[in-house]
């Protein structure tokens, strides 16, 4: 009998249509066109703009791309999990708003917090559902209004980040295709360089934090930028290695959309070309959880089924990993 796995049957993405260049930011903080581009590859980022506007909105537009792409119903769906750093509110979960707004009635909804990592962790946990043969269709998605945590005073991070949401369907595959591997990282003491210092139950909101601007996303660019180069691209190297795959194998690799400079550094690792790599880092900058699934969802049309492609993310926590699977249609 031939093994079940989970296969990814449909992708559709949603980013606002408010550009903010390169150009807008030099305006808005001491930086230039040339600083960014250099040392991030980014030239552009989408922002979502509007009154109680929530990343929910855009997560909604992805997964009714999915439902229409599949041909189904909402209704149809088992699971939704919703990769995000960003939620609507602290609590219910985004993933439960979403679920409202599209009229999944029959799924049970949740949120999963992996900063940049969350849609492979939420992508392998869904996973797991389709393998043991208790749900059929399980919506994946990653999204993230990261400007709503910017602080857009401090060049270190307002260059980096956007807002976009991206989400796939996974299904039962017995042909082979499918998630084949996937090797998933944590090391909670890289805390003290990437986090958000103010708004949870350590430091609620108050006067004081905001008007210290704690609200808002703090990183030590160095220690992240020396740990991320390495992690990511260790952990695509090492998944290749366990599954007998070659550089020549390798159909695509979509890595998390962090820093050119860290996403050459994983195809290096991994002995891949840069003409085998996704990139939409120069539109769209990092949309955190948002990243693979628009990447995928913007080279769909060069996919082909039996694909090797391999997922690579790195994000704060720190946590990172690899995902390898084969294209199922």
């Given amino acids: ?18 550009v903010l260049n390169n150009a807008e930011l030099e305006q808005m903080v001491e930086t230039t066109d040339e600083w960014i581009t250099s040392r991030t590859g980014i030239k552009e980022r989408r922002i979502l703009k509007g009154e109680n506007q929530g990343t929910s909105v855009m997560a909604v537009e992805a997964a009714k791309g999915v439902l229409a792409k599949r041909g189904i119903s909402a209704a149809e769906l088992d699971l939704i999990i919703c990769a995000t750093t960003t939620p609507d509110m602290q609590f219910p979960a985004t993933a439960n708003i979403i679920a409202d707004k ?11 917090q992996a900063a940049c990592s969350g849609f492979i962790y939420s992508l392998v946990t869904a996973s797991k559902f389709i393998e043991s043969g208790t749900h059929k269709k399980v919506l994946v998605i990653g999204a993230d209004k990261m400007s709503s945590i910017i602080d857009y005073t401090d060049r270190q991070t307002c260059v980096i980040f956007g807002d976009g949401a991206g989400a796939v369907l996974l299904e039962a595959d017995t042909e082979g295709n499918g998630i084949q591997d996937s090797i998933l990282k944590s090391d909670g003491a890289g805390c003290t360089h990437l986090h958000q210092k103010a708004g949870g139950s350590r430091r609620p909101a108050s006067h004081e934090t905001v008007d210290a601007r704690q609200h808002y996303v703090y990183q030590e660019g160095q220690a992240v930028f020396k740990f991320a180069v390495t992690r990511m691209a260790d952990v695509s190297a090492e998944i290749m290695e366990r599954n007998n795959l070659t550089a020549d194998d390798v159909a695509w690799l979509v890595p998390h959309q962090a820093n050119l400079r860290i996403i050459e550094a994983t195809a290096n690792r991994m002995g891949v070309g840069m003409d085998k790599v996704m990139l939409n880092i120069q539109r769209y900058g990092n949309t955190t959880n948002g990243t693979i699934p628009l990447c995928l969802w913007e080279w769909e049309s060069q996919l082909k089924k039996g694909d090797n492609i391999v997922l690579a993310a790195f994000g704060g926590g720190f946590t990172w990993g690899s995902v390898y699977l084969k294209w199922a249609y």
């Avoid at 009998?1 to 408010?18: E, L």
């Avoid at 599209?102 to 999963?112: E, K, P, Q, R, T």
């Fill in 102 to 112: 599209i009229g999944a009635v029959n799924a049970f909804s949740y949120d999963l």
């Fill in 1 to 18: 009998m031939q093994k079940v796995r989970a296969a990814i049957t449909a992708v559709s993405g949603y980013v606002p249509p408010y």
